[in-house]
Nanobody, 124 residues
């Protein structure tokens, strides 16, 4: 049973940066696909980025391409989301999620393991 814990959220001004971390226990992340999703109040949970740690394949939502970067540290069993040029519309709770292998999914449905989320607030 993989357990995921996010950290690194906070309050930042528009144009600023944050790095989110996702720490895993109970499993080795290099065998999973690991994604970041976000959910703003009253909205659905949206895909942000996903990585396959085994070969560093990635996919990004169009809204974050060129601003966000997903990466892994396999030795530390960690996945990161570097967020630059943040905008107020990036404000949301950010969740780390994992599923076993296969294609890089952008829907939340295939993901079996979820963290508790970390709040990101971007002020204008």
């Amino acid at each position: 049973q993989v357990q995921l814990v996010e950290s690194g959220g906070g309050l930042v001004q528009a144009g600023g940066s944050l790095r989110l971390s996702c720490a895993a226990s109970g499993g080795t992340l290099r065998w999973y696909n690991v994604a970041w999703f976000r959910q703003a109040p009253g909205k659905e949970r949206d895909f942000v980025a996903v990585i396959r740690p085994g070969d560093d394949s990635t996919r990004y939502a169009d809204s974050v391409k060129g601003r966000f970067t997903i990466s892994t540290d396999n030795a530390e069993n960690m996945v990161y989301l570097q967020m630059n040029s943040l905008k107020p519309e990036d404000t949301a709770v950010y969740y780390c999620a994992a599923n076993w292998g296969g294609a890089l999914r952008t829907s939340p449905d295939p993901y079996d393991y979820w963290g508790q989320g970390t709040q990101v607030t971007v002020s204008s």
